[in-house]
């Protein structure tokens, strides 16, 4: 069954991720802030809990649109020009926030550790049996992932929110992609390019020794 015209598909979502990378292995900005939009779409759509996770993404989202479309855009055209753009004037700040708080950097590597959750949790969704537990694909991806740079309070209100997420049918058919089987297929195809844009981003923010940023 394909979607209703103009209706939301997190196809659309994992075609901007595979739109980022560019032939010598840059990440586009734009596409990349394109499918996380797509993708906070998808998570409010999966309820009002959901929308405690996602306003920090769109807080994120936002701090990076207003450079993308400022003055130095083109500095901001790819993560790696981002990069070196920010490092080489001393943009980032890089011990605590101190006169840079939000720079491009460490507001990319919040996004970026978040992406590493839907990753996993994509992933868990796509192999695991039909009676599994949402919830606990979630949790477990979460726990393996973002868990670690959240405090406390902040993962115990995530786990909760967790518990309301649909079966995975349900939680297949809401990503709009046609049936359980044609959603599996898509996600085979699609989760390669953000295991992708995830590495590259990775290496990168390890070269440049910017993973703790804070
Ligand atoms: C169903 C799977 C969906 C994955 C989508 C991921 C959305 C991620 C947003 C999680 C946000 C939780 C609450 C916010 C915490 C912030 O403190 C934290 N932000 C993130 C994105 O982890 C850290 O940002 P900060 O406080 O250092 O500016």
Redesign the pocket.
């Known amino acids: 069954m394909a979607a209703a015209p103009g209706a939301f598909s997190l196809r659309e979502v994992l075609a901007a991720f595979q739109a980022c990378v560019t032939e010598q292995r840059e990440v586009l900005l734009g596409p990349y802030l394109q499918g996380w939009r797509g993708?906070v779409r998808f998570?409010n759509g999966l309820g009002a809990i959901f929308s405690?996770?996602?306003k920090?993404?769109v807080t994120?989202i936002q701090i990076m649109e207003s450079y993308c479309s400022g003055e130095r855009r083109e500095e901001y055209r790819t993560l790696q020009s981002m990069v070196s753009y920010e490092l080489s004037r001393g943009l980032v700040d890089l011990q605590r926030r101190s006169s840079h708080p939000d720079s491009g950097c460490r507001t990319i590597l919040?996004?970026h550790?978040?992406l590493r959750?839907?990753q996993l949790?994509l992933e868990g969704l796509r192999t695991a049996r039909q009676d599994a537990s949402t919830s606990a694909i979630?949790t477990d991806s979460y726990n393996a992932s973002?868990a670690a740079?959240?405090p406390w309070v902040?993962r115990k209100a995530?786990v909760v929110a967790f518990c309301a997420l649909p079966s995975r049918d349900a939680f297949l058919e809401v990503m709009n992609v046609g049936g359980p089987e044609e959603a599996v297929e898509m996600l085979g195809d699609a989760l390669p390019h953000i295991r992708d844009v995830y590495g590259i981003t990775q290496e990168l923010y390890e070269q440049h020794c910017l993973l703790n940023l804070p």
């Open positions: 993708l998570l405690f996770i996602s920090d993404a994120k919040r996004l550790r978040a959750w839907l949790f979630c973002l740079y959240h902040v995530a």
